[in-house]
């Protein structure tokens, strides 16, 4: 018998929503249960897929907001441009953003940037404006003399300034935690939240508090990153972690604060991958194995993780063996066996 004809997709397909643009499809990200990353069966673990937002990440939310508030208020009119340095997901959200609303885009970027991200952004439309040269070493202070320069130059040039701008906390205020709560109303035992403006962290923290909720915020950050007092190291992950203390971080803090590894951040994607057939970005793998090493405190309780991005973004680094044992000195065998999966047969 043909099973197919006895299907009524009809009546299971629900009626698609046409989204006003794609901005519209900012938000609204799927949660998925996490049945067998952990060795334990007793964690109720749930993430919160970023990477289905347009742009691919959780900064589609705040880039948007920033950019709808500013041309709400008049900081901003259509036609200007917006300039901002970024050589990530802010970019791209960035890109995508101004493309919508008629906006003219340069990102400033440096030699260290992902090619991928970068032609990204330039296939969004954005104009990539390279720093070739870093002063006194720092590319950070280079791109932010850069844009100060852009911004000079003409009268109609807008700095969002994530690191700064509290618009940006405040679009994870009003979009990804609230539709986790609503998802999980007072359900939640712990959250994890990796950092690098701390605006997810914050945005979350602060509407969970608001709500009156018990949630324990963990904020999840890097080795050699300098957020919650770290010592500034080198880092090969991006997205997570930074070089300088952000305004927005200054005097912020959360329940906990869990450093990982560069390493780490790779083994936790392997696992990802492995035991539940989700592509995760380098951040995600770190916020995974935050909870993993949390695992025996966590039973009985409900613990959501926020990933940022997919693992299609690092295709050419952790999810690159050679990459991995060139940049972090570990060989594809112990990455296997520090992920606790079984080394490969060949
Ligand atoms: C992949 C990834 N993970 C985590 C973060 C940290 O988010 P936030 O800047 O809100 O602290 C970012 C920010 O750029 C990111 O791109």
Redesign the pocket.
Known sequence: MNVQSKIDFAAIIPTQRIAHNVLDLVGQTPMVRLHRYLDLTDVNLIAKVEALNPGG???DRPARYMIERALADGRLSPGDTVVESSS???GIGLAQTCAVHNLKFICVVDPNAQAQNVAIIRALGGKIELVEAAIDGDFLAARLERVAELLRASPDRFWPNQYANTD?PAAHEAGTISEIDAALPDQIDYLFV????????RGCRDYLRRMGRKTKVVAVDAEGSTLFDGVAGPRKIS??GAGRVPELAKGQSFDNVIRVADITCVTGCRRAVAREGFLV???GGGVLEAVRSMQDKLRGKTAVAII??SGARYLGTVFDPDWVERELGVPEDQVLALAGLETSVA
């Open positions: 990440s959780a900064k990530g997901n802010m940006n990796a950092c690098s403006s701390t605006g997810t962290a997205g997570m970005g380098g951040s940022h991005d």
